[in-house]
């Protein structure tokens, strides 16, 4: 019977036109089959979303009645963007939050490349001592949440004058810091460089150890002086490594919530991610989307820029097939004090948050700093309606260890789903390498990456308030934040998925075929075992990411889904900043775990997870 099936189906193949035989073979190859399936979950995770928030914003809702009585529920109008581009109040809810967000990004991104370029030149092109130690502290303030150093300024600078209890300076002073020290662009700015100088350090360091110094002493031997040496050689050189690091930090605090909503919010600073959520908050998802639109749009145009100047260049080959030689500065008698100073500096960045966060954890009485006030009642302590405002202590607080559970959980589906799609991608991609399907796939996989996380959240709220075909409303619920998380990494799983399946010869899998193996087989006894080192890699970086996001998931979460992090923001903007700052300790803690088990699997996490 198998045997006549059998016939029955190379009869009808052998009946079928050339062309259509050989698309037929095509299209069942496991590569194209793998393509296709990428293809359908990408339209569903991005595209469709991204048409979805489009459409909101040029037709009439509900909640829009409450601006525009005459409106006709699902009928078409430029309503939303000429309120939020054209209108009286565009000035105040589009212009001046866009204006605030280039301002950051900037003076962020401008700080993070003094620091991390500094640092970096410093590590890498002299005989500074100690580098190791350099190196592991530059990547501590990337593993703490973004909002950590924006948390520990208000502890150190809170002036009380715009709400909230007195910080230290004032408490040991008598005199309040101004406000533009303690809220605004200023505090914002510093904290997020303080965070994000990490992309510089890494991006630099990994350009100026590939570069032959003797490139740099023939400019010398010329008659060079130094500061043109370092303009016209060595500058250009690392312009690739610049730009990455201009394109991650500009655009990571573009979108961030975490700092601008602790430090900005307070004194009305809005930037467009926390207007996104104010608006989002009351309902108001129209002007909500436009927001999150120019929001994209102002990232797509900073990576295309990066990508038009990167891509003009004609060479940045450092490495050729002459023997390569690497001089380093001496410092002499600045050797130690440049290594002291640096080392401070690290040290003062990655530990004083945590210590200001705990002590703040540890005061019974808001803005009484004297030993006298510390107490464990935060931590321990039982509900009393004078502390807390009736909450328990975060250890024996239940909504804790569910929202850590969340975190734990949320973390572990997404990395899991993440690596596993990024091996997919990798086969798909790699085997089907030069077709025009593969650059497709491999272009879509990439469109995540240029959307801000918080945009990237508004786009789900469009796409899941209402089934999609046979799939439910998903908001509101735990697998909505999953679907956005594997959505958002798909393109970090995806670069790393490429890279391990490169590693993989052909000739191996064909031998598998040749001896009859079929295509699961192939993959799973030869391609994933090969390549199981970048899954678990991909696992471990997405899981450590997850925990401490905050951007991408604040507009979906609700109190039964809250995770750490969105706790955070809700004790903050309850008032209960002690509480807040102890679940901050909590969260860290666990990341610090995670961060320890990737070490433990694989040296150098934070590098392989940045693509370097």
Same mark, same amino acid.
């Given at each position: 019977?198998a045997?006549?099936?059998?016939?029955?189906?190379?009869?009808f193949?052998?009946r079928?036109p050339?062309?259509?035989?050989?698309?037929?073979?095509?299209?069942?190859?496991?590569q194209v089959v793998?393509?296709?399936?990428?293809?359908?979950?990408?339209?569903?995770?991005?595209?469709?979303?991204?048409?979805?928030?489009?459409?909101?914003?040029?037709?009439?809702?509900?909640?829009?009645?409450?601006?525009?009585?005459?409106?006709?529920?699902?009928?078409?109008?430029?309503f939303?963007?000429?309120?939020?581009?054209?209108?009286?109040?565009?000035?105040?809810?589009?212009?001046e939050?866009?204006?605030?967000?280039l301002?950051?990004?900037?003076?962020?991104?401008?700080?993070?490349?003094t620091i991390?370029?500094?640092?970096?030149?410093? &590590? &890498?092109?002299?005989?500074?001592?100690?580098r190791?130690?350099?190196?592991?502290?530059a990547?501590?303030?990337?593993?703490?949440p973004?909002?950590?150093i924006?948390m520990?300024?208000?502890?150190?600078?809170?002036?009380?004058?715009?709400g909230g209890?007195?910080?230290?300076?004032m408490?040991?002073?008598g005199?309040?810091?101004?406000?533009?020290?303690s809220?605004?662009?200023?505090p914002i700015?510093?904290?997020?460089?303080l965070?994000?100088?990490?992309?510089?350090?890494?991006?630099?360091?990994?350009?100026?150890?590939?570069?032959?110094?003797s490139?740099?002493e023939?400019?010398?031997?010329?008659?060079?002086?130094?500061?043109?040496?370092?303009?016209?050689?060595?500058?250009?050189?690392?312009?690739?490594?610049?730009?990455?690091?201009?394109?991650?930090?500009?655009?990571k605090?573009?979108?961030?919530?975490?700092?601008?909503?602790v430090?900005?919010?307070?004194?009305?600073?809005?930037?467009?991610?926390?207007?996104?959520?104010?608006?989002?908050?009351?309902?108001?998802?129209?002007?909500?989307?436009?927001l999150?639109? &120019?929001?994209?749009?102002?990232s797509?145009?900073?990576?295309?820029?990066?990508q038009?100047?990167?891509g003009?260049r004609?060479?940045?080959?450092?490495?050729?097939?002459?023997?390569f030689?690497a001089?380093?500065?001496?410092?002499?008698n600045?050797?130690?004090?440049?290594t002291t100073l640096?080392i401070?500096f690290?040290?003062?960045?990655?530990?004083?948050?945590?210590?200001?966060?705990?002590?703040?954890?540890?005061?019974?009485?808001s803005?009484?700093?004297?030993?006298?006030?510390?107490?464990l009642?935060?931590?321990?302590g039982?509900?009393?309606v004078?502390?807390?405002?009736g909450?328990?202590?975060?250890?024996?607080?239940?909504?804790?260890?569910k929202?850590a559970?969340?975190?734990?959980?949320?973390?572990?589906?997404?990395?899991?789903?993440?690596a596993?799609?990024?091996v997919?991608?990798?086969?798909?991609?790699?085997?089907?390498?030069?077709?025009?399907?593969?650059?497709?796939?491999?272009q879509?996989?990439?469109?995540?990456?240029?959307?801000?996380?918080?945009?990237?959240?508004?786009?789900?709220i469009s796409?899941?308030?209402?089934?999609?075909?046979?799939?439910?409303?998903?908001?509101?619920?735990?697998?909505?934040?999953v679907v956005?998380s594997?959505?958002?990494h798909?393109?970090?799983?995806?670069?790393?998925?490429?890279?391990?399946?490169?590693?993989?010869?052909?000739e191996?899998e064909?031998?598998?075929?040749?001896?009859?193996?079929n295509?699961?087989?192939?993959?799973?006894?030869?391609?994933?075992?090969?390549?199981?080192?970048?899954?678990?890699?991909?696992?471990?970086?997405?899981?450590?990411?997850?925990?401490?996001?905050?951007s991408?998931?604040?507009?979906?979460?609700t109190?039964?889904t809250a995770?750490?992090?969105?706790m955070?923001?809700?004790?903050?903007?309850?008032?209960?900043?002690?509480?807040?700052?102890?679940?901050?300790?909590?969260?860290?803690?666990? &990341?610090l775990?995670g961060n320890?088990?990737?070490s433990?699997?694989?040296?150098g996490?934070?590098?392989?997870?940045?693509g370097?």
């Open positions: 019977m045997s006549l099936e059998a016939s029955t189906g190379e009869t193949v052998s079928l050339a062309k259509a035989r050989r698309f037929l073979r095509w299209v069942t190859t496991p793998l393509s296709l399936f990428m293809l359908f979950l990408m339209f569903y995770m991005v595209i469709i979303p991204l048409y979805r928030m489009l459409v909101t914003t040029i037709t009439f809702s509900e909640n829009d009645l409450r601006y525009a009585q005459d409106a006709v529920i699902g009928q078409l109008t430029p939303h963007w000429l309120r939020m581009l054209s209108s009286k109040i565009s000035m105040i809810m589009t212009y939050p866009l204006l605030h967000s301002t950051i990004s900037m003076g962020a991104t401008l700080l993070s490349f991390g370029g500094a640092m970096a030149w410093m &590590v &890498v092109r002299t005989d500074m001592p100690g190791n130690i350099i190196n592991v502290l990547t501590v303030p990337y593993i703490m973004s909002w950590t924006a520990a300024w208000k502890v150190l600078f809170n002036n009380g004058t715009t209890t007195p910080g230290i300076l408490y040991l002073t005199t309040p810091p101004p406000d533009w020290i809220y605004g662009p200023l700015i510093i904290s997020s460089a965070h994000y100088y990490t992309f510089f350090f890494l991006f630099v360091s990994a350009a100026l150890m590939s570069i032959d110094s490139l740099e023939a400019g010398e031997l010329a008659g060079a002086s130094r500061a043109r040496i370092l303009s016209k050689i060595t500058f250009p050189l690392v312009v690739p490594a610049l730009m990455s690091g201009f394109i991650m930090t500009f655009s605090t573009m979108g961030t919530f975490g700092g601008p909503n430090l900005g919010v307070p004194v009305r600073y809005y930037t467009l991610s926390t207007m996104i959520r104010s608006n989002t908050t009351i309902s108001a998802f129209g002007d909500a989307f436009v999150a639109i &120019v929001l994209i749009l102002f797509m145009t900073t990576i295309f820029i990066n038009k100047i990167v003009t004609k060479s940045y080959e450092t490495i050729g097939g002459r023997g030689m001089q380093k500065t001496k410092l002499r600045w050797k130690g004090l440049l640096v401070i690290q040290v003062l960045i990655a530990v004083l948050p945590l210590i200001l966060l705990i002590w703040s954890t540890l005061m019974l009485r803005g009484d700093y004297s030993i006298g006030n510390m107490g009642a935060h931590w321990i039982e509900s009393d004078s502390i807390n405002s909450e328990p202590g975060v250890l024996r607080n239940p909504a804790i260890y929202g559970w969340n975190s734990i959980k949320l973390s572990l589906y997404t990395a899991f789903f993440t596993l799609l990024g997919v991608l990798g086969y798909a991609i790699v085997k089907g390498r030069g077709t025009r399907l593969s650059k497709f796939v491999e879509l996989a990439f469109i995540p990456y240029v959307i801000p996380g918080i945009a990237f959240g508004a786009v789900y796409m899941f308030t209402k089934s999609v075909g046979p799939i439910p409303p998903l908001y509101g619920t735990f697998a909505l934040l956005v594997v959505a958002k798909i393109p970090y799983s995806s670069r790393s998925g490429v890279s391990a399946m490169l590693q993989v010869g052909r191996l064909e031998a598998a075929a040749v001896a009859g193996a295509a699961w087989q192939r993959f799973t006894r030869i391609i994933f075992p090969l390549t199981s080192t970048g899954f678990v890699s991909g696992f471990l970086l997405t899981f450590i990411t997850t925990m401490r996001e905050l991408l998931i604040i507009l979906l979460v109190p039964t995770v750490l992090a969105s955070t923001m809700r004790y903050i903007e309850n008032g209960n900043e002690q509480q807040a700052n102890a679940v901050i300790i909590i969260l860290i803690v666990l &990341v775990i320890f088990i990737i433990r699997f694989r040296g996490s934070l590098k392989k997870g940045l370097m």
